[in-house]
């Protein structure tokens, strides 16, 4: 992921002295960046193994939530400050409503 995240990095406008800067900044900074990365692959693996936990225990919640075509969905929990939510899902849903 974090070669990834260089390979977009190289594809963005940007003046060449802000280029040049950040380019020295991750190249110091290689370790934290590659720790930042897996501390977030972590989270991301984390939350989505407890989503469909979370999502079988809402079926017998008599709280439901509904799309504007009338579909029964749920579009994530919330608790303490922290968003679950099946990202691919909630994204493909948003997105099926615009033209």
Do not use: C
Request: proline share 4%; no cysteine; charged share 20%.
């Amino acid at each position: 992921m974090v070669g990834d995240f260089y390979e977009f990095f190289k594809t963005r406008p940007m003046s060449e002295p802000i280029r040049a800067k950040l380019t020295e900044h991750f190249r110091q900074n290689e370790a934290g960046i590659q720790g930042a990365f897996a501390i977030w692959i972590a989270l991301y693996t984390l939350k989505m193994q407890i989503e469909p936990q979370l999502a079988k225990a809402a079926e017998q919640s008599p709280v439901k939530g509904y799309l504007a075509d009338g579909t029964q969905s749920q579009e994530g929990f919330v608790a303490h400050g922290v968003k679950i939510v099946n990202r691919m899902g909630f994204s493909r849903q948003n997105l099926a409503g615009r033209n």
